[in-house]
């Protein structure tokens, strides 16, 4: 009997755009935007179908978590944003200096040169000005972009950890509150308890008269 | 034992580097913890609320915020070793690179064969991979699993409070912040014309409690059920 050759197993993958790579650096703002803007979606929907409670509560829980999504993304992003800036210009201009052994930590992550020209690369630097480089500069220019980069992210994170204290106690509620009432149809259910409240006083003062 | 001084300066921008996945992950945990613990505290602080209600609300809180971390947790760390198992075997590949050319690096003899650029793009695409999972896993955690959990409570305490305000015998007593509870044994033997009769009393009970776990339903309709 004639036995056929198998034939070889083909290994296909899905390609990803180019700029894939630069999710491997994301920083805790983006990281707090991509968690906010899919809460805004996802969370809204899951409150507006909630099976559990009435089609009145459904409405005002999915408005009231709506309203705070905007606000507590807002606030968070712009924490982390401000502190991410600190942390970059603070080293751009001379507040902290790159520690003498931070190149080797860069240097053992990125142990090729070619490693570390991809990731300059990556990190916005353009090829022409990489390939005229040697590669104690490359691997010096790296760092210079590595070391402000991870202490913005720190900063970051701290002034997202102060911002919970300052801006999420303090003026969560309040700026709910305030969006709930200035936006129209955010207020269309609140309008509505409150024209049932005033009814349902009117009628009690009847009946008590 | 290491000084905050070099913390900051040296041991978390390495972690940063290094490991960018579990560095979001862990900056996330502490900030979650810290929001959580911040709004457990500003219900104590609050002076508005009852003393017990304090106390459950507080309970609440902290509830919601083990929830939440523990699926954080748990997810981000599965979905990115999800992610780094994906590129590793080729079934996400990176912009003009092969599914063999990963599976060739991915063993120690073939990985030298292989041009350090094409190296280089590899081990960042397999960063990349598992920081994107690691990211999808919280979106999951927070967005999606966490609110999920805390619906399902939520109505299941709403449920159970709603209960206790029915005897088991079928008579209906009426939980009012403002009078003890009264059963209403016959309806039809009482005058309809009073208002200060207890039973009147209990009508109107019955209908603000009602309206207020229904504040915008329409007031005739409440009228017409509680007549």
Same mark, same amino acid.
């Given at each position: 009997?004639?036995?056929?050759?198998?034939?070889?197993?083909?290994?296909?993958g899905l390609?990803?755009? &180019?700029s894939?790579a630069?999710?491997?650096?994301?920083?805790?703002s983006?990281q707090r935007l991509?968690?906010?803007?899919?809460a805004?979606v996802?969370q809204?929907?899951?409150?507006?179908g %909630?099976?559990?409670?009435?089609?009145?509560?459904?409405? %005002? +829980?999915?408005?009231?978590t709506?309203a705070?999504m905007i606000v507590?993304?807002g606030s968070?992003v712009?924490?982390?944003s401000?502190?991410?800036?600190?942390g970059?210009?603070?080293i &751009?201009?001379?507040l902290f200096?790159?520690?003498e052994?931070?190149?080797?930590i860069?240097k !053992?992550?990125?142990?090729s040169t070619e490693?570390?020209k991809?990731?300059l690369?990556s990190?916005?630097?353009k090829i022409e000005e990489?390939?005229r480089?040697? +590669? +104690?500069?490359?691997l010096e220019?790296l760092? &210079?972009k &590595?070391?402000?980069r991870?202490?913005?992210?720190?900063?970051?994170?701290a002034m997202?950890?102060?911002?919970?204290?300052?801006?999420?106690?303090?003026?969560i509620d309040?700026?709910?509150n305030?969006m709930?009432?200035?936006?129209?149809?955010l !207020?269309?259910n609140?309008n509505?308890? %409150?024209? %049932?409240?005033?009814?349902?006083e009117?009628?009690?003062?009847?009946?008590?008269? | 034992m290491?000084?905050p001084r070099q913390?900051?300066k040296?041991?978390a921008?390495r972690f940063?580097i290094?490991n960018?996945?579990?560095?979001?992950t862990?900056? @996330?945990?502490l900030?979650?913890?810290v929001?959580g613990l /911040? #709004?457990g505290?500003?219900?104590?602080?609050?002076?508005?609320?009852?003393?017990d209600?304090r106390?459950?609300?507080f309970?609440q809180?902290?509830?919601t915020?083990g929830?939440n *971390?523990?699926?954080?947790l748990t997810? @981000?760390?599965e979905f /990115?070793?999800?992610g780094?198992?994906? $590129?590793?075997? /080729?079934k996400i590949?990176?912009?003009?690179?092969?599914?063999?050319?990963?599976?060739q690096?991915m063993?120690e003899a /073939?990985?030298?064969?292989?041009?350090?650029?094409?190296q280089s793009?590899?081990?960042?695409?397999?960063?990349? $991979?598992?920081v994107a $999972?690691t990211i999808?896993g919280q979106?999951?955690?927070l967005?999606?699993?966490?609110?999920?959990v805390?619906?399902v409570?939520?109505g299941?305490a709403?449920?159970?409070?709603? #209960?206790k305000?029915?005897?088991?015998?079928?008579?209906?007593h009426?939980?009012?912040?403002?009078?003890?509870?009264t059963?209403?044994k016959?309806?039809?033997q009482?005058?309809?014309?009073m208002?200060t009769s207890?039973l009147?009393?209990t009508?109107?009970n019955?209908m603000f409690?009602?309206?207020a776990?229904?504040?915008n339903?329409?007031?005739q309709?409440? *009228?017409?059920?509680?007549?």
């Amino acid at each position: 009997m004639v036995t056929l050759p198998r034939p070889k197993k083909i290994a296909f993958g899905l390609h990803v755009p &180019k700029s894939f790579a630069k999710l491997a650096d994301t920083k805790p703002s983006m990281q707090r935007l991509y968690i906010g803007a899919t809460a805004l979606v996802t969370q809204t929907a899951l409150d507006a179908g %909630n099976p559990m409670v009435d089609k009145e509560t459904r409405k %005002n +829980s999915a408005t009231r978590t709506f309203a705070k999504m905007i606000v507590t993304t807002g606030s968070g992003v712009c924490a982390r944003s401000i502190g991410e800036w600190i942390g970059e210009n603070g080293i &751009k201009k001379g507040l902290f200096k790159v520690p003498e052994c931070f190149k080797d930590i860069v240097k !053992n992550t990125y142990s090729s040169t070619e490693a570390q020209k991809n990731e300059l690369e990556s990190l916005g630097m353009k090829i022409e000005e990489i390939q005229r480089k040697n +590669s +104690s500069q490359i691997l010096e220019s790296l760092t &210079k972009k &590595k070391y402000p980069r991870a202490i913005g992210a720190i900063a970051g994170v701290a002034m997202a950890v102060v911002s919970v204290f300052v801006a999420d106690m303090l003026f969560i509620d309040p700026i709910t509150n305030w969006m709930l009432d200035k936006c129209p149809r955010l !207020n269309k259910n609140k309008n509505k308890a %409150n024209e %049932n409240k005033q009814q349902c006083e009117n009628k009690c003062k009847g009946w008590k008269a | 034992m290491i000084k905050p001084r070099q913390f900051f300066k040296i041991t978390a921008p390495r972690f940063h580097i290094e490991n960018n996945g579990k560095f979001l992950t862990r900056t @996330s945990a502490l900030t979650f913890t810290v929001s959580g613990l /911040g #709004q457990g505290l500003s219900v104590l602080n609050n002076k508005k609320l009852p003393k017990d209600d304090r106390k459950y609300i507080f309970c609440q809180e902290m509830a919601t915020m083990g929830i939440n *971390l523990v699926a954080l947790l748990t997810f @981000s760390n599965e979905f /990115g070793k999800w992610g780094k198992k994906l $590129a590793e075997k /080729g079934k996400i590949l990176p912009h003009k690179i092969n599914a063999e050319q990963v599976k060739q690096y991915m063993s120690e003899a /073939g990985k030298k064969a292989l041009d350090s650029k094409v190296q280089s793009k590899i081990s960042t695409h397999i960063k990349a $991979a598992s920081v994107a $999972a690691t990211i999808l896993g919280q979106i999951v955690a927070l967005n999606v699993f966490a609110p999920i959990v805390r619906n399902v409570l939520a109505g299941y305490a709403d449920k159970r409070s709603k #209960q206790k305000c029915k005897n088991i015998d079928g008579i209906k007593h009426i939980a009012s912040p403002v009078m003890p509870a009264t059963p209403i044994k016959n309806e039809e033997q009482v005058p309809a014309t009073m208002f200060t009769s207890t039973l009147h009393s209990t009508r109107a009970n019955d209908m603000f409690n009602s309206f207020a776990d229904n504040p915008n339903k329409n007031l005739q309709e409440l *009228l017409d059920q509680h007549k």
